[in-house]
């Protein structure tokens, strides 16, 4: 697998621990076990397309079930947001 930054074939798939702010602006989530890759030379990194996609579902999933912290499988299981029942 190549790396996106260097394009060196010296990447391998694994996980990494994140936090992301909520929709509030003022909290923060941690979500474990986001898909990531590390490279041997530019590190543990976690790419554009996932980060998006945990951005996108911290704001429209309702979280309220879940602590401060959750994992990415939990993430994207958690019900979407009834976006008619906020005021
Ligand atoms: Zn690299």
Known sequence: ME???CNEDKVRETTKDGYWIMP????SVQILR??????VDCGLYIEDEINQ????RVYSSDLSKYPNVLTYEELLKAPMLDLFKLK
Do not use: N, Q, S, Y
Not at 24 to 27: I, K, L, M, Q, Y
Not at 34 to 39: F, G, N, S, T
């Open 34 to 39: 986001v898909p990531a890759l590390e490279c």
């Open 24 to 27: 509030d602006g003022a909290t």
């Open 53 to 56: 996609t945990v951005e996108d």
């Open 3 to 5: 790396c996106i930054w």
